[in-house]
């Protein structure tokens, strides 16, 4: 009986153990970033740019070019440097508090001018790194640090739902949302992720996908039980889907 | 014949760029340099480049950390408050040591201001304006031909010591016309192949680019910080430059620079036909800035007097140089107010006794 | 039916049970050794694996190797 090898660490991740959580679905986006860099054969041609949040440390973890950008700012670095360089290939990584709140300016018009860049976006609807405060994306009586008692639309308005907002827009090449909440969720997640590195490699502009996420630590509950509540609170709110297909 | 063309400052500013090699500029308009922005966003495309208008200026600086980031030689431009946003962003391109020029054609401040010439960012651009342990190599040109021939220069500084330059003009300069001979400008420095650090060369070099700011080990970031101050260092031992004119016979020195120093000039000449002896330091480096020849002085000058046009802030680092040994005065105009070649007469005369 | 064995880097688990969750026949539980972070990490504890890989598609450190046996 001989065995073979069919699930390993993708070659454009790096033998670091991640700085993240137990539980903590980062991780799994990483790796499917990886795996797609991989499968598409552009690792020396890829460049990421890395946000501020807990995904600050991403450079350690994906070996390819790399920034870490100011809070909110990835895709102005990232439009940087595609307009200097289109042949290569460039994304951000960001999370809800840098893309939808601090990083609103620049996400919109990044994508409005249909910037050849992709953007995967992180929301779990929550500042993880800086301890648990409200994010743009937090949910209606969702609780955390600052909105304790949970989220008021009369203080601070309702989540935003950047897919749909940014699929208003003329110019993007192709918007989703996915999620990370079971397997199945994990395979289309990797799909989208494909097709949005690859919009941008045929140069059909912006592309965003949307990725559902936990913060197992600062929701207060179990790695298992956040995905629960991810599926349960989140996707009626957040629907799953792709909201823009390139032409 | 002569190769003198008659052109706007900020326009002359665009094409120096231009120029000394530079092909991408981000930039958003604000008064009164946006001849700078419509220069580029024709004439760029001429060149095989990129002329981008950026949603803010936040969005600019960024653009231009990652524009910078590949090597390449990146401008942007803008006033006062728009370098005020700038800041943050400046701050990590200094800490991440990337190449780019930045020219601030100064207004008058705070706040929003006016729209009329000013130089009250010398602080701004020589003490931070962000924030951490950063310099910027800060350049002040007195004239349009000088200005062209400082921003070629500044491209080539900032890729040899991998640190942004500022270039701090004012709205005189940016909205004057005068004659420029376009030179090639080029520094005999050895600048090292962008390729040995710059994002996409990854297969090249056998080893990614990591383009950052962020270190939180406190030994690292010390020990970068350390780093920065050495280069810093060697930049105060090689890139102090200025003018001086007849300070040896001078009782009273005027320091001034910029347009400022342009007008003193033409103070210092009526004094001088009066027989006051009067001469003038021009710093034309802000940072680092000339300390020795104020520490120099010789023994006959008996008053340094400091034109600006701000509240008084190179004022500062005079009296540093002069470290006491003659009595320091200030005269200066601000919020679009400029000194007169009279007032600066006058002035001097008052010291002169 | 597929046979399969899973083999986990038991350095890089960190012990959140999203594995043990996902797998569809429940051959995964969460161990009683201690790595030297201090998680428990998670380990194949009877047969009956068939090389899905859904433990290792949900394992945010990719701390899980799939194996595939073939008879």
């Keep these: 009986m001989a065995e073979v090898k069919i699930f390993e660490r993708p070659k454009s991740m790096t033998d670091v153990s991640t700085h993240y959580c137990p539980g903590c679905t980062h991780g799994i986006v990483h790796r499917l970033v990886a795996e797609v860099i991989d499968e598409l054969g552009i690792q020396e041609k890829t460049v990421g740019v890395a946000p501020v949040g807990c995904a600050v440390l991403l450079y350690n973890y994906i070996n390819t070019d790399m920034y870490e950008a100011a809070h909110g700012r ?21 999370g809800d508090g840098d893309l939808a709140s601090i990083g609103a300016a620049e996400i919109v018009h990044a994508a409005n001018r249909g910037e050849n860049i992709t953007v995967i976006f992180i929301n779990n609807a929550i500042y993880g790194m800086t301890g648990g405060q409200m994010a743009p994306t937090t949910l209606l009586k969702q609780r955390t640090t600052t909105c304790p008692f949970g989220r008021d639309p009369k203080a601070n308005g309702y989540p935003i739902r950047v897919a749909e907002m940014l699929a208003t827009l003329e110019a993007p090449g192709y918007i989703a949302r996915v999620t ?35 913060c197992p630590t600062n929701w207060g509950m179990r790695p298992t039980e956040a995905l629960k509540w991810l599926e349960e609170n989140m996707i009626p709110y957040y629907p799953l889907g792709e909201f823009k297909l390139p032409n | ?31 009164p340099q946006n001849e700078i922005p419509e220069y580029m966003s024709k004439r760029l495309p001429e060149v095989g480049g990129v002329y981008l208008q950026a949603e803010s200026e936040v969005a600019g600086i960024n653009m231009i950390f990652g524009a910078a980031g590949t090597g390449f030689r990146t401008l942007i431009s803008s006033s006062s408050p728009g370098i005020s946003l700038m800041s943050e962003g400046i701050s990590y391109i200094a800490a991440a040591e990337l190449p780019c020029v930045i020219i601030n054609v100064m207004r008058g401040g705070p706040g929003l201001g006016g729209i009329l010439p000013a130089q009250s960012d010398y602080f701004q651009a020589t003490k931070g304006g962000g924030h951490g342990d950063y310099r910027l190599l800060t350049l002040a040109p007195g004239t349009l031909q000088e200005a062209t021939e400082f921003i070629m220069m500044a491209f080539d500084l900032a890729e040899y010591y991998r640190n942004p330059v500022m ?44 383009i950052k700011s962020l270190s939180l080990d406190p030994e690292m970031l010390e020990k970068h910080n350390q780093k920065l101050q050495e280069k810093y260092r060697r930049m105060e031992e090689k890139e102090v430059r200025y003018e001086s004119v007849g300070v040896e016979d001078a009782d009273v020195v005027i320091a001034a620079y910029g347009t400022t120093a342009r007008i ?3 103070s210092i000449k009526k004094l001088r036909d009066q027989g006051m002896k009067v001469g003038l330091i021009r710093p034309q480096s802000l940072y680092p800035f000339p300390y020795k020849p104020f520490n120099d002085l010789p023994d006959g000058v008996k008053h340094v007097l400091v034109v600006e046009m701000s509240c008084g802030q190179m004022i500062e680092d005079v009296k540093l140089g002069v470290q006491g040994k003659v009595p320091v005065s200030f005269y200066g105009r601000c919020g679009g107010m400029a000194p007169s070649v009279e007032e600066i007469e006058e002035a001097a005369k008052k010291l002169l006794g | 039916m597929p046979k399969g064995r899973v083999e986990v880097l038991e350095e890089k688990c960190k012990s959140c049970g999203l594995c043990v969750e996902a797998c569809p026949n429940k051959v995964l539980k969460i161990s009683d050794r201690i790595n030297s972070k201090g998680y428990r990490p998670a380990e194949q504890f009877k047969e009956g694996c068939v090389a899905c890989k859904m433990c290792a598609m949900m394992c945010p450190d990719v701390a899980i190797e799939v194996y595939r046996v073939e008879s």
């Design chain 2, 1 to 31: 014949m002569s190769n003198r063309v008659l052109m706007k400052g900020n326009e002359a500013f665009a094409e120096a760029a231009v120029q000394a090699g530079c092909k991408y500029f981000f930039g958003y308009p604000i008064t």
């Design chain 2, 264 to 266: 003193a000039k033409s």
């Design chain 2, 167 to 210: 270039i701090l003009a004012d709205g005189f300069m940016g909205q004057m016309m005068e004659a420029i001979e376009f030179k090639k400008v080029k520094l005999n420095y050895d600048i090292p192949d962008p390729k040995e650090w710059a994002i996409g060369y990854m297969a090249e070099r056998g080893k990614r680019a990591l």
């Design chain 1, 74 to 94: 990835a895709p102005a670095v990232a439009t940087g440097c595609k307009r200097v360089r289109p042949d290569l290939t460039v994304f951000t990584y960001q």
């Design chain 1, 180 to 214: 990370v909440a079971r397997p199945k969720y994990v395979i289309k997640t990797k799909e989208a992720i494909k097709k949005a590195f690859q919009t941008q490699i045929d140069g059909k502009g912006f592309s965003l996908v949307e990725v559902l996420s936990t």
